[in-house]
Structure formats: C-alpha cells, structure tokens
T-cell receptor
Framework: GENVEQHPSTLSVQEGDSAVIKCTYS??????FPWYKQELGKRPQLIID?????GEKKDQRIAVTLNKTAKHFSLHITETQPEDSAVYFC???????????????FGQGTILTVHP | EPEVTQTPSHQVTQMGQEVILRCVPI?????FYWYRQILGQKVEFLVS????????KSEIFDDQFSVERPDGSNFTLKIRSTKLEDSAMYFC????????????FGDGTRLSIL
C-alpha cells in the first residue's frame, strides 16, 4: 500500500520568512496530492491540492510542487504570518473507481510555528 | 459554504459498549469516508463508501466496525464493542461525484473509551 513520509516534523520560522515542507510517496499509482492545515482541536482543512498532470500550483502565498519521477511533493508558504501556525499534513490519493475510491494516505504532519 | 457535520462532538463510552458516530455529508457528494486520528498522530483511513456499499477499508476497520447510510443524508460509523485503543478523534469526509475531488472533513467526534 501507499506510504507517505513527511519532513520536518517541526518547523519554526520568523514572521515574513518562507516555510517549506516536503513529502515523499511510494505508490506510483497515486495521482492526487492535497495539503491540509489543522489547528488545535479542529478539522483538517484543505488549503491546496495538486494532480499529477501538473508540476506546480500556486494560490496567493501558498504553492505546491510535484516531482512524479522522484515521487515527492512540497508545500511552500511565503511571507509567513503567525496565523499560519498549525499542523500541516500532506496526503496522497488516487482516482476513485477501479480498485481505489479516493482513499487518502496521510503523512505524519509538520508542526509549523511562526514567531511574530 | 456547505460543510460536513458530525455528531456528537464528544462521546464518552465504557469499554465493551457499542457506539454510533453520525455524519451528514455535503448534500451533492457521493463518496464518503471515515478517518481516525489518535491524539498527536497522523490521520488514518478507515473506510470509503460509495453507491451504498463499502468500496475500500483498512486493516483497522475490522469486524467490530460497520458503516451505514440509513437514509439520504446520514452516514454512520458503528463500533460494536469498543476497546480502549479505539479512543481517538473520528473524522467523516465527503467528496463530489468524480474521483480525485477534494475531500471535505467534518469537525470530528472525540471518542473516549473508559
């Protein structure tokens, strides 16, 4: 089955700096890669996702890059703000239908702390 | 914006008792999921449900677990005889008609087994 590794486990940055979180996956059939932000005691909230037919996607201060050959993808947050502090999870999934119905395999999470 | 809703927010149950966690997925979604998150750990897939049947389940989802869509709106997770290690946050999620669509999570039910 799919295995997703995420690094680092904790990341501390100063406000305004950039933050990068990296994930690797094992199953070449995975073709959908969402990132979730989870604040303490709350639901995982989708912040950006990328499908395997593109290499990069950007949404304001957040970007995700995907390298299918190397089976890794990364989250980039620029101009970080204290409200970006949370746990970030990467995940990998594949098309619903066939043998898979959209199951997501999550990484272990990164605790991001942005210091004012 | 439509949301996945879950009840109750917190459930405390004695070991060995049955528990039912309830979810109302987003109304036009067709794929439904249950995940769990043990405190401080990653989110783990339990089961996916489509067209009124289980489409995939993990090793965690053993015979003590079952899911049901009893009507057009609710989606439930039942644990027949709870164990201490079932203590976790349980999240319901749903996605739209086609695969590879974003999964939207509910606020979760915190299950505490005593």
């Amino acid at each position: 089955g799919e295995n997703v590794e995420q690094h680092p486990s904790t990341l501390s940055v100063q406000e305004g700096d950039s933050a990068v979180i990296k994930c690797t996956y094992s199953d070449s059939a995975s073709n959908y890669f969402p990132w979730y932000k989870q604040e303490l005691g709350k639901r995982p909230q989708l912040i950006i996702d990328i499908r395997s037919n593109v290499g990069e996607k950007k949404d304001q201060r957040i970007a995700v890059t995907l390298n299918k050959t190397a089976k890794h993808f990364s989250l980039h947050i620029t101009e970080t703000q204290p409200e970006d502090s949370a746990v970030y999870f990467c995940a990998a999934g594949s098309n619903a239908g066939g043998t898979s119905y959209g199951k997501l395999t999550f990484g272990q999470g990164t605790i991001l702390t942005v210091h004012p | 914006e439509p949301e996945v809703t879950q009840t109750p927010s917190h459930q405390v149950t004695q070991m060995g008792q049955e528990v039912i966690l309830r979810c109302v997925p987003i109304s036009n979604h067709l794929y439904f999921y249950w995940y769990r998150q043990i405190l401080g750990q990653k989110v783990e897939f339990l089961v996916s449900f489509y067209n009124n049947e289980i489409s995939e389940k993990s090793e965690i989802f053993d015979d003590q677990f079952s899911v049901e869509r009893p009507d057009g709106s609710n989606f439930t997770l039942k644990i027949r005889s709870t164990k201490l290690e079932d203590s976790a946050m349980y999240f319901c999620a749903s996605s739209a008609r086609e695969g590879n669509q974003p999964q939207h999570f509910g606020d979760g039910t915190r299950l505490s087994i005593l």
